[in-house]
């Protein structure tokens, strides 16, 4: 290829990855360190204290398809006593905390698949945390929400002064900078062995928290094997749980059964057999989906051609379906980076702090919002997904790629949006492969997301009439979402990148916006 993309949720993060490219990294290098100026561009999206992610890449070299799961983990002083009733305790505050996962998973894909130092990666990051960045409209109100919630502590040390910096002003962040600079030094292992758990751990702990030094140190990432099924004479492919992926290809798996192609782009019909499909594939999440080294998960069964042929004969033109599961919160507050590169190496890497700025908690001195992992796990009695000492969480998070039959790499896309990032990767799949549209097109057109019961949720931008044959059809339909991302859109801003099989071209498109995303002649 001559050619490299990017598609991050932040110009900063696409001018990162874009220097990283341009001074020889390869794409894991460049999904790096877009990551880590994220961390700083977004802090309440993602950061150095989120609870984990996901990563999936295809890898020039012996075209290896690799996994990195660097979900986080419940403390292993757990007790639900501690907790009692009270889902607030698992969602915000010292409690909420779980070991910080998004360092070790990133050094870990950088120095398994990567090509340049952690120091090389992170200085787009420091640069950016000590020169700051404009305080926009959008960040200020966030920033506002934050303060609403975060106790004294927290807000000094976001901000010395305890004001939220006024709009068109430039944030700058010293004790991130710092840490930045010193992980660049010592290396992102002293994340967590030294002063740095130990002061994470003291104010945790001075909080109420249950967060300890033991964590910090038994905490590893995994490189695992990637979930892979065939979609259309492609191979697709997301990592596996605790990943949220599995049920992206379910989906798949049922609207292989149908001729999509044959049907009108984003029209009624499609939507309809969509919709049936999410349902019937969401149920299994209930029932299977947890931590898989706790219980295992019938990954075959579920992917079977069986599974998704049984599924597809529930579905009829003027039946829909409705199960008794309950539908979940869907914040938008994560981060995906997409980067191909002109050897061939394409990665799809998700993280997230949870919620808008996760637990609420910063680090004073360290400048570091902490995550909150608890509120991943599921509360319910019986639920695979229960929360245990050591435990990891299931989660949304589905970066994907798409190889071609011969095994090359031809797309790659992900997204934020909590639940909703399970249904529109799928939409994201079926927009490339069978109504075969450009990624700018594919990020931007008209999705659904519905997990169990009417109604389904639709993006503002899909046609009156479209909406009016669903309702026909028997859906119950409702405009936008009332829970993550914008009020007229469905999950968070995409990404995606193609890459021409005949020409290796590379098209990379961002709903972030033309600056969030770019093409980089390598030849110059």
Known sequence: ??????????????????????????????????????????????????????????????????????????????????????????????????????????????????????????????VLAEKGLPVTALLRQQLDDWAKKADATSQRALFPSSTVPEIGTTWQQPDMARLLRRLSQQGPGAFYHGDIPQMIVRQVRAGGGILAEEDFERYQPEVVEPLAIDYRGMRVLTPPPPSGGLTSLQILKVLEQFELSNLEPWGAEYFHLFAEAAKQSWQDRAVYFGDPDVRPIPIDKLLSDESAKEKATQIHKNNVLRFPV?????????????????????????????????????????????????????????????PAPGKRMFHNMAPMILLTADGRPWAAVGLPGGPKIVTVTAQLVVSLVDFKVAPILAVSAPRVHVEADEPIAVSATMPERVIEELRTIGHTVSRGQNVGGLPNEIGGKANAIVIDPSTHDVLAASQAGEAAAVTIDMTQ
């Open 1 to 126: 290829m001559r050619q490299s993309a990017v598609a991050t949720p932040h110009p900063a993060a696409a001018a990162a990855a874009r220097d990283i490219l341009l001074r020889g990294g390869n794409a894991i290098d460049a999904a790096v360190g877009a990551m880590l100026a994220c961390c700083v561009a977004t802090p309440g999206a993602v950061g150095l204290g989120g609870y984990g992610g996901s990563l999936v890449a295809c890898l020039a070299t012996g075209a290896r398809t690799v996994a990195v799961d660097f979900d986080s983990h419940a403390p292993l002083a757990y007790r639900p006593e501690l907790f009692g009733s009270l889902q607030q305790r698992y969602e915000l505050g010292h409690l909420s905390i779980t070991v910080p996962a998004v360092v070790a998973g990133l050094e870990l894909a950088l120095t398994r698949f990567g090509t340049l130092s952690w120091a090389a990666v992170s200085e787009p990051a420091i």
């Open 326 to 386: 309950s539908t979940s919160r869907s914040p938008q507050h994560t981060a995906n980076i997409v980067v191909a590169d002109a050897e061939g190496n394409v990665v799809s890497v998700t993280a997230t702090q949870g919620y808008l700025y996760g637990s609420t908690v910063v680090i004073d001195g360290l400048g570091l919002v902490m995550g909150h992992g608890m509120s991943r796990f599921d509360l319910a009695e019986g639920s695979p997904n229960a």
